[in-house]
């Protein structure tokens, strides 16, 4: 079965950019003149997921307002330069079909993705998590994990190695790896003590998950911070059946950090120096 949905949980508070997300989406903070979540839906689309469901909250309408029609603004650029800015956010809206619903409670990722499941059914579905901005190689992360789907059937996860003293900050896994940079997992830990880390490789917010996900994020009981956890869920997916692990190709900015923030949008001014 092709992928065509794509969900994106974004009712998180953005806590860690204070005082610019008091007001304004984390997801809507740009890397040099497009937002962390416009990057999210042209890597979706590149994917072949046209169907876009968005997971928001309170405060957050500038995110179905940015995939919309702005009558004025447009009607006043029409015929000038500026409306050439507009070009790659017209062919989302263009291509994709997008829909929203509201997430009340923060009570984890894998409550989030739960909420989604109105609007994906039962069908495998992407996860994006837009501040994690990716760059592929050949093909986008979201891509490959497609490319994997298509051969096993059965829920991917994108992951990278990070720094041991940087694991506390991830779901982690033990895998075995079953052909060059493809592992199943064996067993998985979210945001484990540096100390107690059973290795460095740390999920990135790339997923791609088939609809048995959601009765078992039902049965999951709240873990680390008394939140519902997708690595929980995942981990129970992978008991049963079959969960496996890509390590990307490509680059990882992990723009919920101001660190990882400043790379992103020095790397991105590069590359529109470069392309003119
Ligand atoms: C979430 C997941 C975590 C994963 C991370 C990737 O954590 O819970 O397992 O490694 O996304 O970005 P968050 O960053 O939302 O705290």
Do not use: W
């Not at 990057?39 to 590149?46: H, I, K, R, S």
């Not at 890509?246 to 590069?270: I, P, W």
């Amino acid at each position: 079965m092709s992928v065509r949905k794509c969900l994106f949980p974004a009712a998180g508070y953005g806590t860690r950019f204070l005082p610019a997300t008091k007001a304004m989406p984390k997801e809507m903070l740009p890397i040099v003149n497009t937002p962390l979540i416009q990057y999210g839906v042209d890597e979706a689309l590149a994917a072949g997921m046209n169907n876009i469901a968005i997971v928001t909250g309170r405060g957050k309408r500038a995110l179905a307002d940015h995939f919309d029609i702005s009558y004025e603004l447009e009607h006043q650029i029409r015929g000038s330069s500026k409306e050439a800015s507009l070009a790659g956010i017209r062919r989302l809206m263009e291509n994709c079909v997008f829909s929203f619903t509201r997430q009340m409670e923060m009570k984890g990722l894998g409550h989030a993705i739960l909420t989604g499941e109105t609007l994906i059914g039962n069908e495998p579905f992407g996860v994006l998590l837009a501040d994690d901005l990716c760059v592929g190689k050949e093909h986008d992360v979201m891509t490959q994990l497609v490319h994997v789907y298509e051969r096993f059937g059965c829920s991917v996860v994108a992951v990278e190695e990070v720094p041991r003293e940087e694991t506390y900050k991830y779901g982690v896994i033990v895998a075995d790896e079953i052909e060059s940079g493809l592992y199943e997992v064996r067993d998985m830990v979210e945001k484990p003590k540096v100390e107690e880390a059973p290795s460095n490789m740390a999920i990135i917010g790339r997923y791609l998950l088939t609809p048995d996900i959601f009765d078992i994020i039902r049965e999951t009981p709240p873990g680390l911070n008394g939140e519902i956890q997708i690595t929980d869920a995942l981990k129970t997916q992978a008991s049963r059946g079959r969960v496996l692990a890509l390590k990307f190709s490509g680059r990882r900015f992990d723009c919920g950090s101001v660190d990882g923030f400043v790379e992103a949008t020095n790397y991105f001014y590069q590359r529109m120096k470069e392309r003119g």
